[in-house]
């Protein structure tokens, strides 16, 4: 019994070295490093009030046509159409 036990502890390390021989290794290529340089800029503070999600339009403001509401969308205000 203790050949089998042996023999069993052998091929678990045999098919323990076939499984991670064959790994890939680290490429450094795919490493994504396009923050990096907000980051750099950031690193003093990062209380700016700027987003990358909304980005306010250059340009004169033209109010689309109707009337004018007290309410607001987007810090602007909204018009309902005639």
Not at 30 to 58: A, C, G, I, P
Not at 62 to 69: A, Q
Request: charged share 20%.
């Amino acid at each position: 019994m203790k050949g089998m036990a042996f023999v069993a502890v052998l091929a678990g390390l045999g098919l323990l070295y076939v499984l991670t021989k064959n790994r890939e290794g680290f490429v450094a290529e795919f490493v994504d490093r396009s923050n990096d340089e907000r980051t750099e800029e950031l690193s003093t503070s990062s209380y700016t009030q700027d987003t990358n999600h909304f980005k306010m339009t250059k340009g004169p403001y033209v109010p689309p046509p109707g009337i004018e509401t007290p309410f607001r969308v987007n810090g602007y205000n909204s018009y309902m159409p005639n």
